[in-house]
């Protein structure tokens, strides 16, 4: 009976071993490429060679861009890259391409701003997504037509696939001057949007304030965060929060939130540790199940912040258990490297394994001897207010639970009636049982490559959470993995390789790598003081240099003469990944303060001044180049560009008296503003919605309220009202009830001469309440 089981062992590994179809994916190391390596579809990886067989074939190239843990990318492998028809088409009509969008970047980067542009053009709102659906002209490597998800058959207003493929391979051959002439109209768009064409803009405190209010405009007052669903952590915007606003009590207390939210919800593992990659709805409470590194690398150092910061003991928990998660299922145990993500799906279900149902708890921990635990561990997670999650794609499966924290642990431990300490206890009993259990059931796709970059994210999450928690476990992992990438993926020539998978490293860096990882190594220096890790950051900014420096006096996010791609980058938006370009701003003031050396200043101060005009025209987007410009305000403000309208002796504001006196809880008092001569402030309503008008209030007031009197200013060209010389604008504070918070005077105005209008500018001034005054 063993010999006959052992035979048809081998015969089904035979079967496996001999698919029916093999493309040239087999030979690559990325396993999202490796997924598809067996389709009927002529894959190709992105090559000179690819495209060169497209040219010399006169075929559109057909590109498809995803990564291993992206779930409609399985989904349209399964409908459309696994059917033998589809295959067919698709190698009859066009030369295949496969991108995995982790290991090629630049390339994603180009054509999903592809996408954004040409469904803008098409539809009047810019969208995209994975899989990224492209077509090629193979001659100039420009998109004439681009996409996302396509499905089998048409349907809620979508084609099919098919459909697609044939119209597009009909436009090529019969329609191929249009064709050409739409993807130069896109190309063209697309090469605008990634130049950083903007002309220089004074940077500054302005703009600084400007993207603040805008991120507590959007700031979620009721579960945290920003924005709606589907709701991403956006730990860039957390992080300039803290950075800039620490000092204002609304500011703490939405940082606050958005941290206390996330961690509650189902976007964190409860029983694992770490979080997932975004919630599908506004409450943090279902995941989108994919784990990434990067954001766990940024989510770990912002938890560390606010430990170190507040030393908040629930977000001191959840640091803790998201490097525990890196440390047991993101790390090759064989050199410390830690990799890059892990699936949504199981068995074709998205978050089959993290899924849980009352009956199942209770069951699990009867069996591990922990029934007393059973219904305080119930009401803790949530399970005893009834399902939460039905799986969309999959209906006839009964609802099911996401674990989740209703209320704060603080608060649990009052209404309960818990001692704090016996909930830790609980707590270190039941969730080990929890995910034993788990760790039984069917695990979800691990991407196991190591990138660079993303390894700098999580070596800075790992040293600074060593570093606040004092906790050498993790500072030991983040030097080991830093170890691993200095040593063995570089190109031999001083840079380093993107990717490494099973010992084998690929593909050029780009300047992200760089710049993460450099943004890294200052975090253990930061955790050690070991000199070593300084100088090794200061050699990686030194690579990236030569690389990617461009003769303009700023970085480009590729190296020169790149023949694949259509246009050389400057990608500066910071979202789920920041800008290579935006952690280079943070890591040069960096390195120049610990290491003395100026030459890093003269490089911040050149790229910050070339690239100005886009940093100023979207403060919010530049996330990081905001954060740097906030930190040279107090450490260099000299290497900021400014303009003649920044400096003090053309628009001076003054708040007189500097602090309130109250009587009867009133108080008056006077902004003041003195214009030089040669330039106007636009009045409070000048007349054109197109101009910003002078504007004072009241933030952080609670308990106060203001009360403004704007002079109506002089006419200006016969429709314009505007001030010149000195305003003065009378305002009135009234005490309404208990004062909370840091109150600040904003005075926001915008300074023009008889040819230009500048940028808006502003000041605060803090209110500052003697003692024995009212407040």
Known sequence: MGAAGED?????????????????????????LLQHAHNPVDWHPWSSEAIELARSQDKPIFLSIGYSTCYWCHVMERESFEDEATAEVMNRGFVCIKVDREQRPDVDDIYMTSCQVFTRMTTGRASGGWPLSVFIDPVSLKPFFVGTYFPPSPGQG?????????????????????????????????????????GARSLGSAEVSSAIDRLMALHDRTHGGFGSAPKFPQPVYLELLMEAAWDRAAVRDAIKLSLDRMAMGGMYDHVGGGFHRYSTDEKWLVPHFEKMLYDNGQLASLYAESVGRTGDAFHARILRETLDYVLREMTDDSTGAFFSAQDAEVNRREGENYLWTEEQVA????????????????????????????????????????????VHPERFIEAEGIDPDDLTALLDRVVPVLYEARMKRDQPGLDDKVIVGWNGLMIAGMADGGRVLADERYIRSAARAAEYVLESMRDGDGGLLRTSRNGKAAIPAFLEDYAFLALGLIALHEATDDPAWLFSAGEIVEAARIRFWGDDGAWYDTREGQDDLFVRSRNLGDGAIPSGIGTMLLVLPELAERTGESWYLDD???????????????????????????????????????DDVSKPDRVRVSLVPESPVFVDGRASMEVRIEVAEGFHVNAHDPGDPRLIGLNVRLQDGEGLSLGVEYPRGELYRESIRVHARTVVVPITLAIEGSIAGSPLIEVRWQACTDTVCHEPQSARFALEFPIGDEK
């Open 363 to 406: 069951e699990v921990l009867g069996e591990a001897g922990l029934e007393s635990d059973v219904p305080i561990a119930l009401k803790f997670f949530g399970l005893d207010l009834g399902t939460n999650f039905q799986d969309p794609h999959h209906r006839e499966l009964a609802p099911s639970n996401v674990l989740f924290l209703p």
């Open 604 to 642: 911040f101060q050149s790229a910050m001044s070339r690239l100005s005009g886009a940093f100023a025209a979207n403060p919010v987007s530049s996330t990081c180049a905001i954060m740097a410009t906030s930190r040279a305000l107090s450490s260099n403000p000299e290497r900021l560009p400014s």
């Open 158 to 198: 979508m084609p099919s696939f098919t459909q697609v493929l044939e119209g597009m391979s009909a436009a090529w051959k019969d329609q191929r001057e249009a064709v050409v002439d739409q993807a130069d109209r896109i190309a063209s768009i697309v090469a605008s949007t990634l130049a950083a064409g903007e």
């Open 8 to 32: 048809d062992q081998d015969a089904k590994m035979n079967e496996k071993a001999a698919p029916r179809h093999t493309n040239r994916l087999s030979l690559e190391t990325s396993p999202y």
